[in-house]
């Protein structure tokens, strides 16, 4: 029986061998490629590619049958990176003398979960293949379940190589840049590619747990997580001046100097100033400071969290450049409009190379009292609910709430108020809330917070008390 709860909003995904095994991913790979082959025929080429994890190639093997039960032709790209997954379905490969490129990509990754997970995340026909249509997928599988044999044929594509030589191409001029940093891959696949691309330019690094390895031995591998930072910080107490640190699938980074752990929307607005007149994308968790300066020299967009959803608006208004907190930066200035933390790697480096003073940049600022992301226990089932009622108590808020001047809700409630906003949102890949505050005054965040958490209390009060 096939777990309806791994099909979600961005990827399927879930806990190998319960919900994630031979008859779930077999069924997977066929009825995806029936909609591949659907539209494309005998030029059905899907290239796949895993991460570290010690399940991913046997997950391979499940979903390479599937997909040439379906009739696809399967691309093995081997262990990659996400971003390296993505950057094939822009290549071209030759197979048995035909020169073929991939309409489709699979990237089986559990990203940054814990090591019993795995998941694909799919693109079809260079688009993010995600919401109505993964859960239409899901739908149609346990509709539909049938016997599929053993069948993993497929032929080997070597798309690191190209991409090695596109990075080093397009990043030659950094050729021997002296100043030293460091590198924490976390044990994941950042260094498929990563070290001899490096190594080629002759640039100054050292690398920490460079080796990919499931298992993560040496810390998990969220670099959005503070913990999970340590061991780099710690190296920055050298002679090290800045550092990048990578998710599992290496399609998120940190960014770190001496003095500043750069989250994604400060990257953004370090980006946006090397450009003209840019239109750039942030979530619902973006900093305002980086709304109102982009806004002074370009258009900036607040939009849905989710590295789908931010791909999709990217290429709908041609925009520059789309970032999330959480270190997803997406390029379409200069290339593919995916999230790729290898590449965003040397967008950095270059800004560094261009003389632009990191720390000084910052301390510039203006100043602001935030909070990182905090989540809020509740569950599948009501965790949208609670979203709806907290909307409603919006509307009328109790006596002594702070005074709301706008609510965006493009995704959950972004509430303003006189001097910073309060963020509820739920969140797509677990049971939690997520709420984030900001102001310019330290009180204030501290006000805004303690306000809206008790909203979410009376919410899941009323919740509680209408069920019962």
Known sequence: MVNKSIFREYDIRGIVGSDLNSESVKLIGFYLGKKVYEQFKEDSYVSIGYDARTHSPELFSYLASGFNKAGCIVLNMGMVATGINYFSNYQTFEIE????????????????????????????????????????????????????????????????????????????????????????????????????????LELNYDGLFCTPDGTFPNHHPDPSEEKNLKDIMEALKGDYEFGFAYDGDADRIAFLTKKYNVKGDIMALLFAKTMTNPTIIGEVKCTQVMYDLINEKGTAVMYKTGHSNLKVKLKELNADLAAEVSGHIFFNDRYFGFDDAIYATFRLLELIYNKMDIDKEIDA????????????????????????????????????????????????????????????????????????????????????????????????????SASN
């Open 365 to 464: 600022l203006p100043k602001t009292f935030s909070t990182e992301e905090i989540k809020v226990k509740t569950t599948e089932e009501e965790k949208f609910l609670l979203i709806d009622k907290v909307k409603e108590l919006l509307k009328n808020p109790p006596a002594g709430f702070p005074h709301i001047k706008d609510i965006i809700d493009v995704d959950g409630v972004r509430v303003i108020f006189d001097e910073g906003w309060g963020l509820v949102r739920a969140s797509n890949t677990t049971p939690v809330l997520v709420t984030r505050f900001e102001s310019t005054n330290e009180t204030k965040a501290k006000e805004y917070e303690e306000c809206l958490n008790s909203l979410i209390q009376t919410a899941k009060d009323e919740l509680n």
């Open 97 to 200: 003398g035909k020169k073929v490129q991939p309409n489709t990509s699979v990237m089986i990754t559990g990203s940054h979960n814990p090591s019993e997970y795995n998941g694909f995340k799919i693109t079809f026909d260079k688009k993010p293949f995600f919401g109505e249509d993964i859960y239409s997928l899901g739908d149609e599988i346990l509709a539909n379940p049938i016997e599929i044999e053993d069948n993993d044929k497929n032929y080997a594509i070597d798309v690191k190589s190209l991409y090695i030589d596109y990075i080093v191409n397009e990043f030659s001029f950094l050729k021997g840049m002296k100043q030293k940093f460091v590198i924490d891959c976390g044990n994941g696949v950042a260094d498929t590619v990563l070290t001899t691309i490096l190594d080629k």
